[in-house]
T-cell receptor, first 112, second 114 residues
Framework: DAGITQSPRYKITETGRQVTLMCHQTWSHSYMFWYRQDLGHGLRLIYY???????DKGEVPDGYVVSRSKTENFPLTLESATRSQTSVYFCASWGQRNSPLHFGNGTRLTVT | AQSVTQPDIHITVSEGASLELRCNYS??????LFWYVQSPGQGLQLLLK??????LVQGIKGFEAEFKRSQSSFNLRKPSVHWSDAAEYFC????????????FGTGTRLTIIP
């Protein structure tokens, strides 16, 4: 099915562990984004990518790593998870700026 | 600094009543403007967008929004809300030129009462 898929939908991990959230899109969109959503903060941009092998920091990049070796995939890694990274994470893709952003259904991450 | 403001954190309206959600932006030039809706446990769905031209834009689910350059606003409206409109609404902007970062407001939670 065409679209943008995030996995897993739910994840519980312990403080200090490494965890990777996956994002896959089938449109061959150039741009991909990772946002986190927290109560009172709306959606905050973590990292984004304009194309394969091109990534850039967003508003809240500390503690996160991204890679984009293929256009369709944009994994987000928490190198050493902290409780403050408990959040809902959304991946999105974008063909061009005068078109809407397409969102995945999110990953709810709990760090204990 | 570029910013998007949604001044109302939570709004409650009666079913059948009219609705207006506010969005103000601060950018050097008119950006592209979007409204998204998020139902509980779901991702974000595009309601409508403004790029240029007619300042009153129509979206899905009976929503519309009006761009007012003089007020740097892009308020979302609906003449008569339905219980299914209860959700969180986000205004978002991206500059037409320069960096490609889409910036979201903090959202407005809409509650519908019978």
């Amino acid at each position: 099915d065409a679209g943008i898929t995030q996995s897993p939908r739910y994840k519980i991990t312990e403080t200090g562990r490494q965890v990777t959230l996956m994002c896959h899109q089938t449109w061959s969109h150039s741009y991909m984004f990772w946002y986190r959503q927290d109560l009172g903060h709306g959606l905050r941009l973590i990292y984004y990518s304009a194309a394969a092998d091109i990534t850039d920091k967003g508003e809240v990049p500390d503690g996160y790593v991204v890679s984009r070796s293929k256009t369709e995939n944009f994994p987000l890694t928490l190198e050493s998870a902290t409780r403050s990274q408990t959040s809902v994470y959304f991946c999105a893709s974008w063909g061009q700026r005068n078109s809407p952003l397409h969102f995945g259904n999110g990953t709810r991450l709990t760090v204990t | 600094a570029q910013s998007v403001t949604q001044p109302d954190i939570h709004i409650t309206v009666s079913e059948g009543a009219s609705l207006e959600l506010r969005c103000n932006y601060s950018y050097g030039a008119t950006p592209y403007l979007f409204w998204y809706v998020q139902s509980p446990g779901q991702g974000l769905q595009l309601l409508l967008k403004y790029f240029s031209g007619d300042t009153l834009v129509q979206g899905i689910k009976g929503f519309e929004a009006e761009f007012k350059r003089s007020q740097s606003s892009f308020n979302l409206r609906k003449p008569s809300v339905h219980w299914s409109d209860a959700a969180e609404y986000f205004c978002a902007v991206v500059p037409k030129f320069g960096n490609e970062k889409l910036t979201f407001g903090t959202g407005t939670r809409l509650t519908i009462i019978p």
